[in-house]
């Protein structure tokens, strides 16, 4: 008898554990389907990711983060991408190869990488500096320039749909 009562109150302990992350997760994750190749080979198109929406409230974006932001007005419009460079960092890149405040940019995500050249700039304070994985199929900062604090949703904290996607960033 003992032994069910005690079983009983795990059971309800769990489930109540259980609602109480789900409740949390609806309001702090958000699970936008990415559209496109940028962040190929570890996102593809037609994959979910889990976006923390809480992230950016209390701690700055950091190099090597992938965030998801919205790039205009349309807030239907989500693009994911990696952080390259925080506010005053001096980012440029020479034939592909970053340079992050002079020194070369270890970058292993990278498999597909092209040959542009972007002048040096200096992120500006309340921006990121943002770069696909896929560098040939990514529109990003080198496009469009550093993105606004205001317009980054959260940061990509994982793969849920399909499930062979399942698992950290």
Do not use: C
């Amino acid at each position: 008898m003992v032994r069910l009562a005690r079983w009983r109150s795990f059971a309800s302990l769990t489930l109540q554990l259980a609602v109480l992350a789900l409740l949390i997760a609806a309001f702090f994750v958000r699970l936008p389907q990415v559209s496109g190749l940028s962040m190929e080979p570890h996102i593809h198109s037609g994959e979910y990711v889990a976006i923390n929406t809480f992230a950016y409230r209390f701690m700055a974006p950091r190099r090597g983060d992938i965030v998801a932001f919205h790039r205009d007005n349309d807030a239907r419009g989500v693009f994911i991408k990696r952080v390259i460079a925080i506010p005053g960092d001096r980012v440029e890149i020479a034939r592909g190869r970053v340079y992050v405040n002079g020194t070369p940019l270890e970058e292993p995500y990278v498999q597909h990488g092209d040959d542009r050249s972007v002048s040096a700039l200096t992120v500006p304070a309340g921006t990121v500096y943002v770069l696909g994985d896929n560098r040939p199929a990514s529109e990003d900062s080198r496009t469009f320039g550093p993105v606004q604090d205001d317009r980054l949703m959260g940061r990509a904290i994982a793969g849920v749909w399909p499930p062979r996607m399942l698992g950290g960033l």
